[in-house]
């Protein structure tokens, strides 16, 4: 199992999707890939992560791994850093910890919190765009479940629309000592209920367990 600390503007997959332009036929600058940083390719990411978030991808080529991490069944937590505009009030977080309508589905009850800038924050490239008068907050989020842009679509319905995002954790396994574009190898052993789909219990939200390999920067 690989953790990968996912940089701004890395497509979330190791083949770069079509980049020519649409109208003008034109070709547009290939947006750079997992494949630039990693060198298995017999290994897929455990959920994705948009191109324009940041932290922690999880790749495995484990199936029932991959499953056990991705399946909201096993209730694994994801903890988010978000910064956000505007100073979220407390009738805010408490909306975003108490389920939110996105209108196609509503969010299960999360953990929300404003967080002092973390200190081992690193400078994004290209720089989040702030407006002058408005000032942000940091957040830290933890969700249950991860569907498409959810923390962004959560965030934008209480009014705070997210200007940076970085995935932290999921489930004992985070970024701590991963610089952007680093990445770490672990031995994992499955949990039996993961690997053994239909006659053991499942043991809700018990990560596999995981033995550090080795590492790259």
């Known amino acids: 199992m690989i953790l990968f600390n996912k940089p701004y503007g890395v497509i979330c997959q190791f083949s770069a999707p079509d980049s020519h332009g649409a109208s003008s036929g034109a070709t547009a600058p290939a947006r750079p890939t997992l494949r630039g940083y990693l060198p298995q390719r017999d290994v897929y990411p455990a959920g994705r992560l948009d191109t ?7 790749l495995t080529a484990d199936g029932a791994l991959q499953h056990h991490i991705t399946d909201p ?32 589905f509503r969010t299960l009850p999360a953990q929300a919190r404003i967080v002092d800038t973390p200190e081992w924050l690193w400078p994004r490239l290209p720089p989040v765009r702030f407006r002058r008068h408005i000032p942000t907050t ?33 489930g004992n396994w985070t970024i701590a000592g991963l610089a952007p574009g680093e990445w770490r190898e672990l031995a994992v052993t499955t949990p039996a209920s993961a690997r053994f789909g239909g006659g053991g219990r499942r043991s809700a939200g018990r990560p596999p367990t995981s033995t550090a390999i080795r590492s790259r920067r």
């Open 52 to 58: 324009d978030s940041e932290g922690l991808v999880v």
């Open 73 to 104: 069944r096993h209730k694994l937590p994801k903890t988010y850093f978000v910064e956000v505009e505007g100073v979220p009030s407390a009738d805010a977080l408490q909306q975003l910890c108490g389920g939110i309508d996105l209108g196609d």
């Open 138 to 170: 940091w957040l830290e989020i933890t969700l249950q479940e991860g569907k498409n842009r959810q923390v962004r679509r959560m965030t934008a319905a209480t009014g705070f629309p997210t200007l940076r995002l970085i995935r932290y954790q999921i």
